[in-house]
């Protein structure tokens, strides 16, 4: 592992593919600048917004255009991908990574390809741009064009969302398990994360695949060489993804409105219960205050046996409530 001081600015890796398609070359930290067109062929430069002298590095390199230089040191939280004079460039989303595992939170992958280069900038470590750079280096003679290497980051980030997808259905199982038991339980809180991860990778994708249809359908002299063909690819692997996604979307909101449901129905046998307790108590209650107001000649009051009278009174009365509520279908 090379632990020395990187000479460019924010790199984070950099690697030279040769013109004939052999073995891709990564450069050391040490490596200077100019390295990167070294032999023809074109390179992958990935650098770390993180770096406060990345935009002065995209200055000097040549073939950028200034909307490709805003579009690859931008802080949006949006995707775009725009097609201009045989350059491609814009901002994908991905997943983000830490040190010690992955996780489902979204990052943002900027981006500019042209046929001699493909630059990708991130200010946090991503998923998928890491696994594309370990097939780098298990398999670099695959890449003979900077859209080569589009198409991988693209399949690998798909491949992200198949094993996000994947975790949030085993999550929804569990939850399914709880809430079709008979013991009632409220899963709301454990299934708000599962729906709101769902609906924000549902929202991006389908912006994704809205803005490479578009790009795909832009002038031949104007897209890179081999783009129409790799966006078509693409189209069709993130459209099955799309459509994984909504049903796990689908089935998360249908298993809210279950909990929902169940909560509700508890909530309304505990109010009938409630109903059913005012309706035996309402006659004793009666009895009891008649018996108690300060009232001269009041029934009873003089001699003894009064108590009986009133207990009887309160029996009665039960009695006759319950007799009321059966003739009328409430019990």
């Known amino acids: 592992m090379d632990t020395l001081p990187a000479n460019i600015p924010g790199l984070v890796w950099a690697y030279r593919?040769?013109?004939?398609?052999?073995?891709?070359?990564?450069?050391?930290?040490?490596?200077?600048?100019?390295?990167?067109?070294?032999?023809?062929?074109?390179?992958?430069?990935?650098?770390?917004?993180?770096?406060?002298?990345?935009?002065?590095?995209?200055?000097?390199?040549e073939g950028l255009n200034d909307d490709a230089k805003a579009a690859l040191i931008t802080r949006d939280t949006h995707a775009a991908i725009t097609v201009d004079e045989q350059m491609l460039y814009?901002?994908?989303?991905?997943?983000?990574?830490?040190?010690?595992?992955?996780?489902?939170?979204l990052g943002w992958l900027h981006f500019a390809i042209s046929d001699r280069f493909i630059i990708t900038t991130r200010l946090q470590p991503l998923r998928s741009v890491e696994r594309?750079?370990?097939?780098?280096?298990?398999?670099?003679?695959?890449?003979?064009?900077p859209v080569d290497l589009f198409e991988?980051?693209?399949?690998?980030?798909?491949?992200?969302?198949?094993?996000?997808?994947?975790?949030?259905?085993?999550?929804?199982?569990?939850?399914?398990?709880?809430?079709?038991?008979?013991?009632p339980r409220d899963e709301r809180r454990r299934l708000a994360p599962v729906r709101r991860t769902v609906v924000k990778l549902h929202r991006h994708l389908r912006t994704v695949l809205a803005l490479m249809r578009r790009a795909a359908a832009?002038?031949?002299?104007?897209?890179?060489?081999?783009?129409?063909?790799?966006?078509?690819?693409?189209?069709?692997?993130?459209?099955?993804?799309?459509?994984d996604i909504y049903a796990l979307q689908d089935r998360a909101r249908l298993?809210?409105?279950?909990?929902?449901?169940?909560?509700?129905?508890?909530?309304?046998?505990?109010?009938?219960?409630?109903?059913?307790?005012?309706?035996f108590l309402l006659p004793p209650t009666l009895v009891t205050g008649f018996f108690g107001m300060n009232t001269a000649n009041l029934p009873f009051a003089e001699g003894s046996g009064g108590t009986e009278y009133a207990v009887a009174l309160i029996i009665a009365s039960i009695l006759l409530a319950w007799w009321l509520l059966k003739r009328v279908r409430i019990l």
Not at 162 to 172: N, P
Not at 218 to 226: I, L, N, T, V, Y
Not at 256 to 278: G, P, Q, V
């Open 17 to 61: 593919f040769p013109q004939d398609g052999g073995k891709a070359t990564r450069l050391a930290n040490s490596a200077p600048q100019a390295e990167l067109t070294n032999g023809g062929g074109f390179y992958w430069l990935h650098l770390s917004l993180a770096d406060a002298r990345v935009p002065g590095l995209l200055d000097s390199i």
């Open 90 to 105: 814009g901002t994908l989303v991905d997943c983000q990574r830490e040190f010690d595992h992955e996780t489902a939170d």
């Open 132 to 145: 594309a750079r370990a097939l780098v280096e298990k398999n670099p003679a695959k890449f003979e064009r």
């Open 152 to 183: 991988t980051l693209m399949i690998e980030f798909q491949r992200t969302l198949i094993s996000i997808v994947m975790e949030m259905t085993d999550e929804l199982n569990v939850i399914e398990d709880f809430v079709y038991d008979t013991t």
């Open 218 to 243: 832009s002038h031949d002299d104007e897209m890179p060489f081999g783009f129409e063909d790799v966006a078509g690819r693409l189209t069709g692997r993130l459209e099955t993804v799309d459509h």
């Open 255 to 279: 298993l809210h409105e279950e909990i929902d449901s169940k909560l509700s129905s508890e909530t309304n046998r505990h109010l009938y219960i409630l109903s059913i307790m005012t309706a």
